[in-house]
């Protein structure tokens, strides 16, 4: 079937997070099915130079266009390229004044957040885009806020010209806290019919609400783990849009996300200092030297390195960090961590490892190589997250021999099975459920006690880089998804 993605991010060209990660990587698995994918994405300033770095130069496909829609006309270039190593179509959707910023999501120039106003371009720029180009996709599959609106242009008409005409939509919830919302003025701009300014539509409350319209609109919607997808459907993770998931439970279905098990081999990932794979263990202990060395740390025996790398927002559990990290470094441990995001959290973060300059680093920053080599280099990865719709961090860690230490919700409770003492047959991590700093420093502490114990810790490391989180299956369960939307 002929699929489209849709997506803000993709991997390893534009991304600021797993979003990037899933789109560069899914598309590879489909298509090994044999399905024909085409990637849009927004030509940000980031890709133009990703492109520049790596010497290829996507092709212009048409005239620079107008895109037009409500009281808009604004113009749009095309260029074709393909997402790399593959052969796969990737279509940049170009326009400087929207995606020639500082970061993939700035706001205006004056501080003005006009994410609703850029992303409703690219969305309406996409639909152009198929119809110049010739793409009649059998199923739209849109990703999160940004391209939310997708489904909601399917369903309110799109479907009576040529190129969309046996469209399906399915939308992919990443992250339900990031719903696109904006004042009732925005409506306008998205240049619907008045009948989508309702509560079954883009309407939530009095404002705009992109994400709420994808769902209840989409003909099929997922989301990135069946933990997760239960989750949302509660009062305490459903952000306000429970009671539409639980009535729209039918077409709702958790998928747990793969990984890119080329890019995420310890086995010949160059990222690394030393190459290892689950029989030879060896090349991680060079690799944790290596970092160590980098790091200004000094190498110790019998000493537990524990990595973090993240976005410092607060759906990852920093506060929960900032609480229970200097007890961990008490306990004996060594730290590394790399992030960005809130200040507030950059800063505890950072005043952390001023006090404790003989076992700690903090590096501010978003370092694609030096996550690589976190992963393969520490002992312990820790997650606390408040919530977490996948998580791909534990999964890149699994599979390096790094033991993660997660709080047991959405994706990460569907990936890691924590020891209890007794299952080492198919432990490979450690848990703990409720959101407090106690908790979580009494499982790492508890994973510092058994990383001593050299032979099961071994059969942890054993366990999890045995766990197969290739994207296959998921491909696969995204196949019947893509089946029911055309056919049900
Ligand atoms: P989320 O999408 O919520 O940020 P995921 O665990 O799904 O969480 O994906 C995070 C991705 O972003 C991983 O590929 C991770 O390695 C990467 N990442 C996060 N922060 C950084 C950083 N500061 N530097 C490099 N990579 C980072
Ligand atoms: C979101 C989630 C993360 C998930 C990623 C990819 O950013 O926060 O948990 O892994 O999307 O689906």
């Known amino acids: 079937m002929n699929i489209l993605f849709a997506t803000a991010e993709v991997s390893p060209i534009a991304k600021t997070g797993g979003l990037g990660d899933v789109c560069g990587s899914l598309p590879k698995a489909l298509a090994q099915l044999g399905h024909d994918v085409t990637i849009f994405m927004p030509y940000y300033r980031q890709a133009q130079e990703w492109f520049a770095s790596n010497d290829i130069e996507p092709e212009e496909v048409l005239p620079a266009t107008y895109v037009s829609w409500a009281n808009w006309a604004v113009e749009a270039r095309y260029l074709r390229t393909t997402l790399p190593g593959t052969e796969i179509p990737l279509i940049l959707v170009g326009n400087d004044y929207y995606f020639h910023r500082p970061h993939i999501y700035s706001a205006r120039f004056d501080g003005y957040d006009d994410g609703i106003e850029r992303f409703t371009f690219f969305c309406r720029a996409v639909i152009r885009g198929c119809e110049l180009l010739g793409i009649a996709p059998d199923v739209v599959h849109a990703h999160d806020w940004h391209t939310a609106l997708l489904p909601v242009y399917l369903h309110s008409g799109l479907r009576g010209s040529d190129q969309f005409r046996n469209a399906r939509s399915v939308y992919t919830i990443h992250n339900l806290n990031y ?14 019919h008045s009948r989508y300014w309702a509560p079954d539509a883009v309407e939530h409350y009095g404002d705009v609400n992109l994400m709420k319209g ?3 609109l989409a003909d099929q919607v997922t989301t990135v783990s069946p933990t997760y997808a239960r989750e949302i459907q509660s009062g305490e993770h459903g952000a306000g849009l429970d009671g539409i998931l639980r009535s729209l439970s039918f077409k709702l279905h958790g998928i747990l996300n793969g990984i890119d098990v080329d890019e995420w081999d310890p086995a010949t990932d160059p990222h690394i200092r030393s190459n290892f794979d689950k029989g030879h263990l060896a090349g991680k202990r060079l690799c944790k030297r290596a970092l160590l060395r980098e790091l ?17 927002v607060d759906q990852k559990g920093i506060d929960l960090l900032i609480a229970a990290l ?20 950059e800063n505890a973060l950072q005043q952390i490892a001023a006090r404790h300059p003989e076992s700690c680093r903090v590096i501010i920053g978003f370092d694609s190589a030096l996550a ?4 393969s280099s520490a002992d312990m990865l820790l997650m606390p997250s408040i919530y977490e719709p996948c998580g791909l961090n534990q999964m890149y860690a699994l599979r390096y021999g790094t033991v993660p230490v997660v709080r047991l919700t959405g994706g990460l409770a569907d990936t890691v099975i924590p020891f209890d003492g007794t299952n080492l047959d198919a432990a490979n991590g450690f848990g703990f459920f409720s959101a407090n700093a106690a908790d979580f420093y009494t499982a790492t502490w508890l994973a510092m006690l058994n990383y001593r114990e050299s032979k099961s810790w071994r059969r942890l490391q054993a366990n ?13 369960q995204y196949e019947a998804v893509y089946d029911r939307a055309r056919y049900s």
Not at 182 to 190: D, E, K, T, V
Not at 337 to 343: A, F, M, R, T, Y
């Open 372 to 375: 690589h080599s976190i992963y």
């Open 326 to 345: 200097p007890h961990m470094l008490a306990a004996g441990a060594q730290a590394v961590i790399l992030g960005s995001g809130e200040p507030r959290y």
């Open 464 to 476: 999890g880089m045995a766990a197969d989180f290739s994207w296959e299956r998921s491909a696969r």
């Open 296 to 312: 200004n740390l000094k190498h110790k025996a019998r000493t537990p390195l524990v990595g973090f790398v993240s976005r410092l």
């Open 179 to 192: 719903q696109g919302i904006g004042g009732s003025n925005r409506f306008a701009g998205l240049g619907l």
């Open 214 to 216: 994808g769902i209840i």
